[in-house]
């Protein structure tokens, strides 16, 4: 693994703050502060007697001075102030972050319109079942994705990068994708067209659908200047799974695999192009934009 991938990687980051600020914290916990705690006992027991002798000889001795001297002795290093104070805040971040949930931020607009670039979205990281952070390994079932689902994952081809994309197709499905129309399991999916869709950023009109997959509603654009079949698809894994043509594609997704596409149909690099996405590369599901710093209107749940 080089230096770049490591930056790269913040839940490794996270994970080897967590590691180092807790051996601090345990070392302070249990061999620096009972040392402090057991001279601090010596210096007041000291400070006690000589006020004793002091009242003794009818001196009032200054009590005010225990209260501050006590106070010195408990303090933390420096070095473990600025490290193993932040043991448990730093822990806690880690385990909700790779256990519970996550935040993403949205680079492209291959999701569009049910993502837009600059949303900050929320993933589930429980919901396909809980998995070991860093290493990604499943270690508890709990769900499969389904269709329809919004999905964040490992990119197949450079699992550095995650990706996000929806779920077409899931193990033993057979998709077909002719004239920028899906058909699953020979059942052909319900479309009902929708006001043309304005990018404001490239100044275009895209056609826009709703497309019921499966039970799930939502919205996809098509740029009715693309043509519908897939230019220079990948050699990928499993690829004899797959056949093109000029009017698309058909195919057959294999056990323990997901087809996924972007809803952004013709300006999206998905499966089309670079192959199924394993189980082991899955990350959660994408259900939530909690902020968008250009569009506050965003914020809320999508499908």
Not at 117 to 141: A, E, H, Q, S
Not at 157 to 183: A, F, M, W
Not at 198 to 210: A, F, I, K, N, V
Request: include cysteine.
């Amino acid at each position: 693994m080089t230096m770049q991938s490591i930056l790269g990687n913040f839940a490794l980051i996270l994970l080897l703050l967590t590691i180092a600020t807790g051996i601090v914290w345990s070392i302070d916990r249990f061999h620096l502060a009972p040392k402090r705690r057991r001279s601090a006992e010596a210096a007041l027991a000291e400070f006690d007697a000589r006020t004793a002798k002091l009242a003794e000889t009818g001196v009032k001795p200054d009590t005010s001075a225990r209260a501050e001297l006590a106070s010195r002795l408990d303090l933390q290093p420096t070095w473990v102030a600025y490290t193993g104070s932040f043991f448990p805040v730093i822990a806690a971040v880690f385990l909700f972050r790779s256990f519970m949930l996550e935040p993403f931020k949205i680079p492209s607009s291959s999701m569009v319109p049910t993502l837009q670039v600059g949303d900050l979205i929320l993933v589930n990281k429980f919901t396909y079942g809980i998995r070991l952070p860093i290493v990604n390994k499943k270690i508890i079932d709990i769900n499969n994705p389904t269709r329809g689902d919004v999905m964040v994952f490992k990119f197949p081809k450079d699992t550095s990068l995650d990706y996000i994309k929806r779920v077409v197709g899931v193990p033993g499905d057979k998709i077909i994708y002719k004239n920028k129309r899906l058909t699953v399991n020979g059942q052909a999916l319900a479309y009902e067209k929708l006001p043309e869709y304005l990018d404001e950023e490239r100044l275009s009109y895209y056609s826009q659908w709703r497309e019921n997959l499966t039970g799930v509603d939502h919205a996809i654009l098509n740029d009715d200047k693309v043509p519908g079949y897939v230019p220079s698809p990948d050699n990928f894994p499993q690829h004899e799974l797959c056949t093109y043509n000029l009017e698309g594609f058909e195919c057959t997704v294999p056990a323990g695999q997901y087809f996924m596409m972007g809803d952004n149909r013709d300006n999206s690099l998905d499966s089309r192009y670079w192959g199924f996405v394993p189980d082991k590369n899955i990350v959660g599901k994408a259900f939530f934009v909690w902020m968008n710093l250009g569009n506050f209107k965003r914020i809320g749940a999508f499908h």
